[in-house]
C-alpha cells in the first residue's frame, strides 16, 4: 500500500513534498525486521538532499503506528527531535509517551513521563498515561491517573471515562461502571460512539442481556445518541454469546442497512463473521454475492473461508480458495491457512499436504502454515509427522518467532520417549536460532 492513501491529499499544491515523504515510506516498509534500525536510513536520506517538515514525520509516525511497527514509529518521533531539532509539541509528547509503553513497557513510560517539561504535561500527556495503564489492566494507577486529571480539571471530555470503561469491563469490575455514568451526565459530559460501544461491550461481557437491551433501546429512540456499525456488532455478538439467535440477526440487518459507504469495506468482513455464527449459510452467501463485486479483497475471502469453515461447507470453502487464488497478484498464506485449518479438523491429510506443496512451488510458507500441519498431526497422534512439520516451522520462523509451546512439549516428549537424542538436539538448536 502507498503512503500516499493514508497521508492524506497533498494541500496547496505541495505534490512534490508528498512525493518524498511518499518515497521515504517505501524505503522504511522495504525494511522487512519491524524491529531493525532506520535511523541510518532517515539520515542518508538528509545527506541525499531531501527535506521534511514536522507534519510529514508525524504522518510517518502515524503511519507506522496503524502498521503495528511501534519500533519505527517511536525511532522516528526520537530522530525528530534528536536529529533534526525539533521542539516537542504536547501531542507529540502524548504520542511519544504511548510509543514508549508499547515498545519498552510500563516502567520506562513512566519515567519518561516523570520527566516530562510542566509546560508540556497537559491533558493529552495524562490521557496517553491513562492509556498505557488501561492497556496494562493496572487498575490502582488507572484510577489514581484519573483522579489527577479530575484534580488538575483535565477531566472534560468523554475519552478518559472511555478507557475506564474499557478498563473495568477487563478486570470484571462492571459495578463501577455505572458511577462513571453518573458522573459523566452531572458534569453534562456527552457520551460518544466509544461511550456507547465500551458500554455495549462491558454488558455483553458481563453477560448482562437486560442492561444490553436497555441501552439498545436508548439508542434507538435517542437520536442524539453516537452510534455506529461496530456498537451493532458488539451487541449481535452479546446476542450470539447467550443463544438469540433471532435477536442477533436483527442487530447483523443493522449494520447491513446502517453503514456508511466509506465504512462498510471494514464491516463487510464483519457481516461475514457473523452471519457465519449465526448459522444462517443463505444470508452467508447473499451478503458475499452482493458486497463482494464492490469490496473484495483479502481479508473479505479470509473471512468468508472461516465462516464456511464453521458452517462445516468445506467444499464451499474450497471454491472460495480456488477463487481467490486464481485472481491474487500477492499470494497471502494467511488465506491458505484458513482452508488449511479446516482440513486439518477434518483430518483430511491429503488434501492439507497436497494445498501445501503446491503453494510453495516458487514461494515460502508462514511458518504458522507448518504449526497449523504440526498441530493436526499431534492432534491426531501422528506424533512422527508432528514433529517434522514443527522444525519446518521453526526454520521457516524469523528472529522472535516464537513456536506453539503445546506443540513443541507434546513433540519433544515423544521424542525423549522415542530417545531420538539427536532429533531433540536438533529442535533445541533451530530454537535458539531463533532466540540469538
Known amino acids: 500500500m502507498k503512503a500516499i492513501s493514508f497521508l492524506g491529499r497533498p494541500r496547496h499544491g505541495k505534490i512534490s513534498a508528498q512525493i518524498e515523504i511518499t518515497s521515504l515510506y517505501d524505503r522504511i516498509q522495504a525494511i522487512r525486521d519491524p524491529k531493525a534500525s532506520i535511523s541510518p536510513l532517515l539520515n542518508q536520506y538528509i545527506e541525499e538532499g531531501h527535506t521534511v517538515s514536522r507534519p510529514q514525520l508525524r504522518s510517518l509516525v502515524r503511519a507506522m503506528k496503524d502498521f503495528r511497527r511501534y519500533h519505527h514509529a517511536l525511532e522516528i518521533s526520537q530522530w525528530m527531535t534528536d536529529r533534526r531539532y525539533l521542539p516537542l509539541t504536547p501531542s507529540d509528547v502524548a504520542i511519544r509517551l504511548d510509543l514508549i509503553s508499547m515498545v519498552h513497557g510500563q516502567e520506562q513510560a513512566e519515567s519518561y513521563f516523570n520527566n516530562i517539561p510542566k509546560v ?47 478498563l473495568y469491563s477487563q478486570t470484571e ?18 457520551c460518544d460512539k466509544f461511550t456507547v460501544r465500551n458500554l455495549m461491550a462491558a454488558y455483553v461481557a458481563a453477560s448482562d442481556i437486560c442492561a444490553m437491551e436497555k441501552l439498545l433501546n436508548r439508542m434507538d429512540e435517542d437520536l442524539h445518541i453516537s452510534v455506529d456499525w461496530n456498537t451493532y456488532s458488539v451487541a449481535a455478538n452479546g446476542y450470539l454469546k447467550v443463544g438469540l439467535i433471532d435477536k442477533a440477526l436483527e442487530r447483523v440487518k443493522k449494520i447491513e442497512n446502517n453503514t456508511p459507504i466509506s465504512e462498510r469495506p471494514t464491516a463487510f468482513k464483519h457481516l461475514l463473521s457473523l452471519y457465519g455464527r449465526t448459522g444462517h ?129 507434546a513433540c519433544m516428549e515423544y521424542l525423549e520417549g522415542q530417545g531420538e537424542s539427536e532429533e531433540i538436539e536438533e529442535i533445541v538448536r533451530l530454537c535458539k536460532e531463533l532466540r540469538d
Open 120 to 166: 508540556l504535561k497537559n491533558h493529552s500527556a495524562y490521557g496517553a498515561l491513562l492509556s498505557s495503564y488501561v492497556r496494562e489492566n493496572s487498575l490502582e494507577k488507572a484510577e489514581a491517573t484519573m483522579q489527577k486529571m479530575r484534580e488538575m480539571g483535565f477531566v472534560t471530555s468523554s475519552f478518559p471515562y472511555n478507557m475506564l470503561i474499557n
Open 173 to 190: 469490575n462492571y459495578d463501577k461502571i455505572e458511577p462513571l455514568i453518573q458522573e459523566m451526565e452531572r458534569k453534562s459530559i456527552p
Open 281 to 409: 449459510k443463505e444470508e452467508l452467501y447473499r451478503v458475499w454475492n452482493l458486497y463482494k463485486p464492490t469490496y473484495e479483497h483479502t481479508q473479505a475471502y479470509s473471512c468468508m473461508i472461516a465462516s464456511l469453515r464453521k458452517l462445516d461447507d468445506i467444499e464451499g470453502a474450497e471454491k472460495i480458495f480456488q477463487e481467490w487464488e486464481s485472481k491474487c497478484t500477492v499470494y497471502d498464506f494467511r488465506i491458505l491457512n484458513r482452508l488449511l485449518s479446516a482440513y486439518c479438523e477434518k483430518r483430511v491429510f491429503d488434501k492439507a499436504e497436497s494445498l501445501v506443496s503446491k503453494a510453495i512451488e516458487g514461494r515460502t510458507a508462514y511458518p504458522t502454515t507448518w504449526s497449523i500441519l504440526a498441530e493436526g498431526y499431534m492432534e491426531d497422534k501422528q506424533m512422527p509427522k508432528a514433529v517434522e512439520m514443527l522444525k519446518k516451522a521453526i526454520s521457516a520462523g524469523r528472529k522472535g518467532w516464537k513456536p506453539n509451546p503445546i506443540i513443541l512439549e
